[in-house]
């Protein structure tokens, strides 16, 4: 069974670049992608990345490309996206998610960009 708690986030002015992180807990030896996705206000929940258990593949969404950047830390056991040059319609509740046996997705946590 695999624990996510997000942090981060909260609101931030268009252009800002917060850096939000999600600690995991897990059983040792456990393997899984892990990823990052959004429910914007009024909106299904959307894929925004995906990291492979090694960060070799990692998969953005057209309207997150060359702005965001997922990264893990196997040994501190964290995951965070790097989002730069933030724009209005990236306001969402973002969530961590592990694609475990079973998946988990964290608690979320609410990013509100000022224009």
């Known amino acids: 069974q695999v624990q996510l708690v997000e942090s981060g986030g909260g609101f931030v002015q268009a252009g800002e670049s917060p850096r939000p992180s999600c600690a995991v807990l897990?059983?040792?030896?456990?393997?899984?992608?892990l990823g990052w996705y959004r429910r914007a206000p009024g909106k299904e929940r959307e894929v925004v990345a995906i990291i492979s258990w090694t960060g070799d593949r990692i998969i953005y969404v057209d309207p997150v490309k060359g702005r965001f950047t997922v990264a893990r830390d196997n040994t501190k056991k964290t995951v965070t996206q790097q989002m730069n040059r933030l724009k209005a319609e990236d306001t969402a509740i973002y969530y961590c998610?592990?694609?475990?046996?079973?998946?988990?997705w964290g608690q979320g946590i609410q990013v509100t960009v000022s224009s």
């Open positions: 998610y592990a694609d475990a046996e079973p998946g988990e």
């Open positions: 897990d059983r040792p030896g456990s393997v899984y992608d």
